[in-house]
């Protein structure tokens, strides 16, 4: 499977912006997709991720209550709807896929290219 992410760009704060990731190929329903993002000069870091059979998600804290991730099984698309950005939200964002609903970029492979968020003050 390989996944794709999309739907970046520039904002400014305050915006919303909705990204995209779409997987070529059967996704299982035992799949987890997440997102992560990396700033400039910054470790990569988990933003959220969802069960690709059920509702079961999970949010890192700095997201709760602005993003949500949510998934379209008939377009094998996952989305991820940001809200109220902030200019700390500025990073490139990546989608990954994992066998288990984890917050550990080590348990997550077959990662797509990145989308460009910034977000101007």
């Known amino acids: 499977v390989q996944l794709q992410a999309s739907g970046g760009g520039l904002v400014q704060a305050g915006d919303s912006l909705r990204l995209s990731c779409s997987a070529s190929g059967r996704i299982f329903s035992s799949h987890i997709i997440g997102w992560f993002r990396q700033a400039p000069g910054k470790e990569r870091e988990f933003v959220a991720a969802t069960r690709w059979s059920r509702e079961s998600t999970t949010y890192n804290d700095f997201v709760k209550g602005r993003f949500t991730i949510s998934r379209d099984n008939a377009k094998n698309t996952v989305y991820l709807q940001m809200n109220s950005l902030k200019p700390e939200d500025t990073a490139v964002y990546y989608c990954?896929?994992?066998?288990?609903?984890?917050?550990?970029?080590?348990?997550?492979?077959?990662w797509g290219q990145g989308t460009q968020v910034t977000v101007s003050s």
């Open positions: 990954a896929k994992a066998n288990s609903l984890s917050r550990s970029q080590r348990e997550y492979y077959s």
